[in-house]
T-cell receptor
Framework: ETGVTQSPTHLIKTRGQQVTLRCSSQ?????VSWYQQALGQGPQFIFQ???????GRGNFPPRFSGLQFPNYSSELNVNALELDDSALYLC????????????FGSGTQLSVL | RKEVEQDPGPFNVPEGATVAFNCTYS??????FFWYRQDCRKEPKLLMS???SGNEDGRFTAQLNRASQYISLLIRDSKLSDSATYLC????????????FGRGTQLTVWP
């Protein structure tokens, strides 16, 4: 049990739609990162938030956006969904001052048809 | 070139076997190194950090060669429960740095 919960666990959307994925972290976890894991690949970094500000971004287009809230929850929003966005989306948080250990949520499996 | 390269396998070994996984990383600025384990479509879980001097945790031994930018994981006396995908992970720099994952090496241990 990592204390990081993601919702929903599974989601089916159609191309062109928008989606919001949610993550709830433990109290004190000021850093949250989002990763995309396509089938057969390792997780790829999307972006990271620290104290509600974006603090690093991977090679993903602007239609991937995020928010982090004061209550240690966060969102990943994806606009204009494409078929290649089908993947497992993972959030990971860490305690202030300790980035050695990341706590991963169990992920949201997104399918785009 | 990918940040972290791993042989995807699969590796199929009998119980009790010794198996070794390798990976290479491309950025010499990488400072922290890890092996994660991932069961089928579940979240990755930290198996162990990897230190320059090499480190061991029970049946698992990890090695790092900074000069060659090479990381290894050795599993001795394989158990059925070791069946999983093993992800090689590196991080550059600061404590808020992001993780770079390899694509993972799939291991199946058979009875």
């Amino acid at each position: 049990e990592t204390g990081v919960t993601q919702s929903p666990t599974h989601l089916i959307k159609t191309r062109g739609q928008q989606v919001t994925l949610r993550c709830s972290s433990q109290s004190g976890h000021n850093t949250v990162s989002w990763y995309q894991q396509a089938l057969g690949q390792g997780p790829q970094f999307i972006f990271q938030y620290y104290r509600e500000e974006e603090n690093g971004r991977g090679n993903f287009p602007p239609r991937f956006s995020g928010l982090q809230f004061p209550n240690y929850s966060s969102e990943l929003n994806v606009n204009a969904l494409e078929l290649d966005d089908s993947a497992l989306y993972l959030c990971a948080s860490s305690l202030e001052g300790d980035n050695e250990k990341l706590f991963f949520g169990s992920g949201t499996q997104l399918s785009v048809l | 070139r990918k940040e972290v390269e791993q042989d995807p396998g699969p590796f199929n070994v009998p119980e009790g076997a010794t198996v070794a996984f390798n990976c290479t990383y491309s950025n010499s600025a990488s400072q922290s190194f890890f092996w994660y384990r991932q069961d089928c479509r579940k979240e990755p879980k930290l198996l162990m950090s990897v230190y320059s001097s090499g480190n061991e945790d029970g049946r698992f031994t990890a090695q790092l060669n900074r000069a060659s930018q090479y990381i290894s994981l050795l599993i001795r006396d394989s158990k059925l429960s070791d069946s999983a995908t093993y992800l090689c992970v590196v991080r550059r720099g600061s404590t808020l740095g992001r993780l770079y994952f390899g694509r993972g090496t799939q291991l199946t241990v058979w009875p």
